[in-house]
């Protein structure tokens, strides 16, 4: 397919294109830089298009990875992250990273290509349904049906994943109306989002409830981040000192010397938040959704505590959780009017403080081998503010949550609610291509790098800045202190003592790459980490029987802190 001469017009002066040429030009009209992929069949059009365009195109291994990687690109800039495949496989392939970008609320456009129009639905080569699969896991899916509706499609999947409460959108391209001629209309320009304000009544409620409280305590979600109310929830944070705490996804929101500050509550949080919590007469509940991983048994969260819920999406207020006081709008005003003045609660912010301090993690273990806990801290410590790590899926998730400092929730790059395996070197990947000036991390263990390993190649063929630290304890870890504590010790199916010496592997991939097992190792290989200037790997030994704590039991409340 041959690009058409600039000088064709049709009769309206619109340039005369082919429906693929009309993907790229829209895209590169709407901004778009980089985009994820894999090519096939039923794309090969849009492929054939993006040569000589202005948009980078980034070929992955798998296209599982290709919408991890437009995932966190999303999560670090706000703006939807776009990947493509082709039809069938390559479509279903993408299907685990849409989930994961609708379970986080992260804007995505997902494209597919689709078997032409005459052979849909009748089980043609490589066709899948995927407009109908997809759709328990999109904010909206499309099918274009003819080509000169391609730009306002597009257009219109930009603005629905991005506004509001965002998510992943999928286009599915049939290949008969991205190879047919079609007349280019950009169509109009995108109108100003509008900003969603809570009602002064519902903000007089909250700041009622705010001021007669004695325990009050902040619940930070991931909504704070998504809104761009993270200076905003700082300043309510230093404005009425009221002790906070925060979710997997909130994470950054507050300052990490913030002296209110208690950690994540939850299923592995702090024993200082989840006291907090359980203790509070008031609960202002900002941009999260009372997850099960946060509030443990649901009965018995916060149970002498007032609610107040703050979200942009009227479907999470009262879902799980009756409240007192509902605000409805965006965090960011609502919390710039939330002012009640001076609070009566200097004694709870003291013994909150001294719990904090109290219940501090100690990195004092015994032995000479690595422990974990200690080599995160070490190593965000040493990042400094510009630390920005894409985690996978396990023990060494919860390690990062509880002991590595980050200064922006956008720096956090972690896959919460769906818990996808296989996400932090996709993910590594896009969010250093997107800051290569940072200090980009892949936190990884050794089941789940194994999951997008092959994306190694990818990393190397790009020259890709990413530092990947991989904790081998030679078994799926988190499944295996489940089994410990929770099902007699009957271990089943978590020994991966059959590991590949995974540095060997990364530099068959042609990525640097070694090996520490003892702790005196540490401090030289974070260095070597962070003075990498292209793709990297230290693989690092640690204690297979090493468990995350603390952790509230399935089934119990956050009452119930188990212990080391």
């Given at each position: 397919?041959?690009?058409?001469?600039?000088?064709?017009?049709?009769?309206?002066?619109?340039?005369?294109?082919?429906?693929?040429?009309?993907?790229?030009?829209?895209?590169?009209?709407?901004?778009?830089?980089?985009?994820?992929?894999?090519?096939?069949?039923?794309?090969?059009?849009?492929?054939?298009?993006?040569?000589?365009?202005?948009?980078?195109?980034?070929?992955?291994?798998?296209?599982?990875?290709?919408?991890?990687?437009?995932?966190?690109?999303?999560?670090?800039?706000?703006?939807?992250?776009?990947?493509?495949?082709?039809?069938?496989?390559?479509?279903?392939?993408?299907?685990?990273?849409?989930?994961?970008?609708?379970?986080?609320?992260?804007?995505?456009?997902?494209?597919?290509?689709?078997?032409?129009?005459?052979?849909?639905?009748?089980?043609?080569?490589?066709?899948?349904?995927?407009?109908?699969?997809?759709?328990?896991?999109?904010?909206?899916?499309?099918?274009?049906?003819?080509?000169?509706?391609?730009?306002?499609?597009?257009?219109?999947?930009?603005?629905?994943?991005?506004?509001?409460?965002?998510?992943?959108?999928?286009?599915?391209?049939?290949?008969?109306?991205?190879?047919?001629?079609?007349?280019?209309?950009?169509?109009?320009?995108?109108?100003?989002?509008?900003?969603?304000?809570?009602?002064?009544?519902?903000?007089?409620?909250?700041?009622?409830?705010?001021?007669?409280?004695?325990?009050?305590?902040?619940?930070?979600?991931?909504?704070?981040?998504?809104?761009?109310?993270?200076?905003?929830?700082?300043?309510?944070?230093?404005?009425?000192?009221?002790?906070?705490?925060?979710?997997?996804?909130?994470?950054?929101?507050?300052?990490?010397?913030?002296?209110?500050?208690?950690?994540?509550?939850?299923?592995?949080?702090?024993?200082?938040?989840?006291?907090?919590?359980?203790?509070?007469?008031?609960?202002?509940?900002?941009?999260?959704?009372?997850?099960?991983?946060?509030?443990?048994?649901?009965?018995?969260?916060?149970?002498?505590?007032?609610?107040?819920h703050m979200d942009l999406d009227h479907a999470e207020i009262g879902k799980l959780r009756g409240v007192d006081a509902a605000i409805r709008g965006d965090l960011q005003d609502a919390l710039a009017r939330l002012d009640a003045g001076y609070l009566s609660i200097d004694s709870w912010r003291s013994l909150c403080r001294g719990r904090k301090k109290e219940f501090a993690f100690s990195y004092d273990a015994p032995g000479s081998g690595i422990y974990a806990p200690g080599l995160l801290k070490?190593?965000?410590?040493?990042?400094?503010?510009?630390?920005?790590?894409?985690?996978?899926?396990?023990?060494?998730?919860?390690?990062?949550?509880?002991?590595?400092?980050?200064?922006?929730?956008?720096?956090?790059?972690?896959?919460?609610?769906?818990?996808?395996?296989?996400?932090?070197?996709?993910?590594?990947?896009?969010?250093?291509?997107?800051?290569?000036?940072?200090?980009?991390?892949?936190?990884?263990?050794?089941?789940?790098?194994?999951?997008?390993?092959?994306?190694?190649?990818?990393?190397?063929?790009?020259?890709?800045?990413?530092?990947?630290?991989?904790?081998?304890?030679?078994?799926?870890?988190?499944?295996?202190?489940?089994?410990?504590?929770?099902?007699?010790?009957?271990?089943?199916?978590?020994?991966?003592?059959?590991?590949?010496?995974?540095?060997?592997?990364?530099?068959?991939?042609?990525?640097?790459?070694?090996?520490?097992?003892?702790?005196?190792?540490?401090?030289?290989?974070?260095?070597?980490?962070?003075?990498?200037?292209?793709?990297?790997?230290?693989?690092?030994?640690?204690?297979?029987?090493?468990?995350?704590?603390?952790?509230?039991?399935?089934?119990?409340?956050?009452?119930?802190?188990?212990?080391?």
């Amino acid at each position: 397919m041959t690009a058409l001469p600039a000088a064709e017009l049709d009769a309206h002066s619109r340039p005369l294109m082919t429906g693929a040429q009309a993907v790229v030009r829209t895209l590169e009209d709407l901004g778009v830089r980089r985009i994820f992929g894999y090519p096939g069949g039923a794309i090969m059009p849009v492929y054939d298009a993006l040569v000589g365009s202005k948009l980078e195109h980034i070929l992955v291994r798998h296209e599982q990875a290709a919408s991890f990687a437009a995932d966190a690109q999303a999560r670090l800039t706000g703006k939807a992250g776009v990947c493509l495949a082709t039809s069938g496989p390559g479509a279903t392939n993408l299907l685990t990273g849409i989930a994961n970008a609708y379970m986080d609320s992260v804007p995505m456009v997902i494209l597919t290509g689709q078997v032409p129009s005459t052979l849909m639905g009748t089980d043609a080569f490589q066709e899948v349904d995927v407009f109908g699969m997809s759709l328990p896991v999109v904010k909206h899916s499309m099918i274009v049906r003819h080509a000169e509706d391609i730009p306002a499609t597009i257009r219109e999947a930009f603005e629905i994943a991005e506004e509001g409460r965002p998510g992943p959108v999928l286009v599915d391209l049939p290949k008969d109306t991205l190879q047919a001629n079609m007349a280019f209309d950009s169509g109009e320009a995108d109108a100003a989002p509008t900003v969603t304000r809570a009602d002064a009544d519902s903000i007089e409620a909250a700041m009622s409830l705010i001021q007669a409280a004695r325990r009050p305590v902040l619940y930070m979600g991931g909504g704070i981040a998504l809104g761009e109310a993270v200076d905003a929830v700082r300043d309510f944070m230093a404005r009425t000192g009221i002790p906070t705490v925060a979710t997997l996804k909130a994470i950054g929101c507050a300052h990490p010397d913030a002296q209110n500050y208690l950690g994540m509550l939850g299923m592995h949080g702090t024993r200082a938040a989840n006291m907090a919590v359980q203790e509070s007469d008031l609960l202002i509940c900002c941009g999260a959704r009372f997850d099960d991983r946060a509030t443990g048994k649901p009965d018995q969260f916060a149970p002498h505590a007032r609610i107040i819920h703050m979200d942009l999406d009227h479907a999470e207020i009262g879902k799980l959780r009756g409240v007192d006081a509902a605000i409805r709008g965006d965090l960011q005003d609502a919390l710039a009017r939330l002012d009640a003045g001076y609070l009566s609660i200097d004694s709870w912010r003291s013994l909150c403080r001294g719990r904090k301090k109290e219940f501090a993690f100690s990195y004092d273990a015994p032995g000479s081998g690595i422990y974990a806990p200690g080599l995160l801290k070490e190593l965000s410590e040493t990042a400094g503010d510009d630390f920005i790590a894409a985690c996978d899926v396990g023990q060494h998730q919860m390690w990062v949550a509880q002991h590595c400092r980050f200064a922006r929730p956008e720096n956090h790059l972690t896959s919460a609610g769906l818990g996808a395996m296989g996400y932090g070197l996709p993910a590594g990947i896009g969010a250093a291509l997107e800051r290569p000036d940072s200090k980009v991390v892949t936190i990884t263990g050794d089941g789940s790098i194994m999951m997008n390993i092959q994306e190694l190649a990818t990393a190397r063929r790009y020259g890709v800045p990413i530092r990947i630290l991989l904790l081998d304890n030679a078994s799926l870890g988190l499944v295996r202190q489940w089994q410990e504590l929770f099902f007699d010790q009957n271990f089943s199916e978590i020994d991966l003592y059959d590991n590949p010496d995974f540095a060997e592997v990364a530099r068959a991939f042609g990525v640097e790459a070694f090996t520490i097992h003892s702790r005196d190792e540490v401090p030289g290989a974070i260095q070597r980490l962070l003075n990498a200037t292209g793709p990297i790997l230290a693989h690092c030994l640690i204690d297979p029987r090493e468990n995350v704590w603390p952790l509230v039991p399935p089934g119990k409340s956050n009452a119930e802190m188990m212990e080391d």
